[in-house]
């Protein structure tokens, strides 16, 4: 890059339900483990619109974006694993580029969340010629629905209800399917995504039409051995208000007694600040079934999701052709699309926007 070249980001300046796209510096190798990609897609993640919602966030300005496949472009002298021109996936978690297999903490968000703004560390190889939009899924939202599974205990053969079919909730269906689950049903109000879950083969259940438990014990008379929250803190009730509990006691209600319950949706409440005006809207606690959940016999596992345990296994189902989670894509736009598609996808208007760089 040439000196004091610029280009275009996404950023997030603290205003609740306002992006912007303004010319920010290109990155240069500071330390000789670092390695600067050239993006050629990325996307907007549901766990962006707690941002964009004004509830979750740090001290803005802050570029956005932590899903992104590219090419590297330039390499730092410590840099072995990695060639310039060669494709990678971006995931969603901070890294180091070296596995630790006894990490002391959880790493998580590599960039475009608040505070990680340079973290393109840790990336995985994929082929030169490659589809795009199934392989940016590898960056977070594959991994987190197939991890979601995980979390629950899945083994094949069982039944399976999905609690949100946004983009996570969708490919936690999809893995379910794609790992052998006897029947899959998935819970929302959006019939585009109801429509989309049923496309991949699994039963849809409109929460605000019909009540959600009832409907899955009716079918499933001693509940469904896992059940998987793809929603988070911004949950809504039947009557489409944010209800930050309404999913604890339903999961608990529909989960077959020795089954288990993964919660991959964000839930990060925090005080109101200048990134997050809204914060103090969400509750920090909420209350849950323990009683029930306790005589049921019940396991819960849940946080967030490191993409990179993951990536050798999904790469390689979309490599043969076994998977194609690209089919959640809505959009395929511009950067300087973004800030009005981050309002559709408020809206429900959109399922997962896609975002190509020349």
């Not at 903490?105 to 560390?121: E, N």
């Not at 893995?175 to 052998?180: M, V, W, Y």
């Not at 849809?204 to 929250?229: C, Q, W, Y």
């Not at 959009?331 to 190509?356: C, M, N, S, T």
Request: charged share 15%; net charge negative; aromatic share 10%.
């Amino acid at each position: 890059f040439a000196i004091g070249a610029m280009m275009q980001a996404v950023v997030y300046e603290g205003i609740p339900f306002q992006m912007t796209v303004q010319d920010v510096p290109m990155p240069t190798i500071l330390d000789p483990t670092d390695a600067i990609v050239r993006i050629t897609m990325s996307s907007i993640c549901g766990s962006d619109l707690h941002v964009y919602n004004g509830v979750v966030g740090g001290a803005p300005p802050w570029i956005m974006g932590h899903e992104a496949v590219g090419y590297i472009e330039d390499i730092g002298d410590g840099v072995s694993s990695l060639r310039k021109g060669e494709y990678v996936v971006i995931p969603d978690a901070e890294a180091h580029g070296k596995l630790d297999l006894s990490p002391d903490t959880i790493p998580y968000y590599g960039f475009g969340f608040p505070g990680l703004s340079r973290g393109l560390q840790g990336t995985d190889i994929i082929p030169k010629i490659f589809k795009s939009c199934d392989y940016l899924t590898l960056s977070d939202v594959f991994a987190t629905g197939w991890a979601g599974l995980d979390f629950a205990g899945f083994q094949p053969g069982d039944s399976v209800a999905v609690f949100g079919a946004g983009p996570v909730g969708l490919l936690a269906a999809y893995s379910a399917i794609l790992r052998g689950a006897s029947t899959v049903y998935v819970v929302d109000h959006l019939q585009d995504r109801l429509d989309l879950a049923t496309a991949i083969g699994a039963v849809p259940i409109n929460f605000v039409t019909s009540d959600p438990v009832a409907h899955i014990l009716a079918l499933e008379p001693k509940g469904v051995m896992r059940s998987v929250e793809c929603v988070g803190m911004e949950a809504l009730n039947d009557q489409l208000e944010i209800q930050e509990d309404v999913l604890m006691k339903q999961l608990v209600d529909v989960t077959h007694i020795g089954g288990g319950i993964g919660f991959i949706g964000v839930f990060a409440a925090q005080e109101s600040s200048p990134g997050a005006p809204l914060g103090s809207t969400i509750a920090p606690n909420v209350s849950f079934p323990f009683s029930s959940f306790w005589a049921k016999n019940l396991s819960l596992r849940g946080g967030g999701v490191d993409a990179k345990l993951y990536a050798a296994v999904l790469r390689d189902l979309v490599e043969i052709g076994k998977a194609h989670p690209g089919f959640i894509g809505s959009a395929l736009i511009k950067i300087d699309q973004v800030p009005q598609y981050y309002e559709r996808f408020r809206h429900g208007e959109e399922i997962k926007v896609f975002i190509r760089f020349p």
